[in-house]
């Protein structure tokens, strides 16, 4: 196993548990400084806060981290497939250190946050990024799909809104609700064209029939799979924001 392997690893178990550490000490003693009404909050609502807030951290911290990959990191732009994946390996461990927390987070308080989808994301992400992290490949790749996380922190927000007792005619949240949906939309829906005129323009050539048929497959298929789960959030998200419009629009022609 090469070092970089090994370190990719250690910043999993690290990453995993960081991510556990703020879910059970630093989130509920910011949430309650932050705001007052978190501790009237039933504990079924406190653990979701709290794995909520937990997302956003992790989501602000790869999604930042992705950008300055894709704009700075000329190796990885250069060779999609093949290119140096040091920086790209790094930020996938500490990825795949969150979706194992998140997994476990799920089966634990399976009753009042499982999701099936969550399950079936997490799963399919962890067995993509799996090579990148063992075998180093496919960084531009794996930096693109990460880019998604951008979107995570507007649609926590809207439920820190909701379980705070925000009215969802409020300004606050119709414009948060707006950013998630453009957001949502920008960083999920609009790339899959690009996302997959790349993989296009590699499809064939010498590096792609390198990787071998496992990792084509993991590649291919993950990414299909959550384009599906992507295209039904884009739905629901749309949606909701639809719903809570025309609400608004009632109450205040009322």
Known sequence: MEDSTRVGYCVVASSFV?????????????????????????SVKRNEWNSRCVSTLHAMVVGLFCLYILWYDDAVNANPIWGDPGLVKLNVAITCGYLLYDLLL??????????????CHHLAALYAYGYVLSRGVLPYFAN??????????????RWFL???????????VLANGLAMTVV???????????YYAHV???YGSPEYKRLGLSVQVAWIGSSLALEVLNVIWMYRIA????????????????
Request: aromatic share 20%; charged share 15%.
């Open 162 to 172: 909701d379980a705070a007792g925000w009215p969802r005619s409020s300004w606050l």
């Open 18 to 42: 960081a991510f556990q550490f703020f879910f059970s000490a630093p989130s509920p003693q910011l949430s309650l400084s932050l705001c007052p009404s978190y501790c009237t909050l039933p």
């Open 106 to 119: 799920l089966i634990r308080y399976w009753k009042t946050l499982g999701d099936s989808l969550f399950v």
């Open 200 to 202: 296009f323009s590699w």
């Open 239 to 254: 949606r909701g924001f639809y719903r809570a419009l025309c609400h608004s629009k009632a109450h205040k022609t009322a």
């Open 184 to 194: 949502f939309f920008a960083v999920r829906i609009a790339v899959i064209p690009s």
């Open 144 to 157: 693109f799909r990460l880019l998604s996380e951008l979107s995570t922190p507007f649609v926590n927000l």
